[in-house]
């Protein structure tokens, strides 16, 4: 996989270090964490990384385009590695958890079914709402 990350950062003109492709990894193998997680999980790889390395890594690899930032309304930054499709974000009213939402080429922001599924609401540039899981308790309460 090391071979793919290189590739990645040489994509976006940027050099292949060793912390870049531990923060890479760790983002790979955990969706939307925070710069804290990333930091703890590039240390476990790379003990002696500093704090603002591993926040100079996150902000070079953002404005190149290979990871996505997120602010969701209530929670830290998180970071992602998913980046190059269009999809949104649910916090889950319930237990705070962040969920992908896809969307569908050409349809309207969040697709009906899909929220309905979710039970969540649109506003503030944010989705809210329950995941199914959360909403099955909720309802059983």
Do not use: K, W
């Amino acid at each position: 996989m090391a071979s793919d990350f290189e590739a990645q950062l040489r994509a976006v003109s940027l050099r292949v270090t060793r912390p870049r492709l531990a923060v890479l990894a760790a983002l790979r193998d955990h969706a939307r964490v925070d710069t804290d997680t990333v930091i703890a999980l590039v240390r476990a790889e790379l003990p002696r990384v500093s704090h603002p390395a591993v926040y100079g890594v996150l902000r070079a690899l953002t404005n190149a385009g290979s990871v996505r930032r997120m602010e969701p309304a209530g929670t830290t930054a998180r970071h992602e590695s998913r980046v190059g499709d269009n999809h949104h974000h649910v916090v889950c009213l319930s237990c705070g958890a962040i969920a992908d939402v896809d969307r569908a080429v050409g349809q309207a922001p969040v697709s009906a079914p899909r929220m309905t599924r979710l039970r969540g609401r649109r506003g503030g540039g944010r989705l809210l709402g329950h995941l199914p899981d959360c909403a099955t308790r909720r309802i059983a309460q």
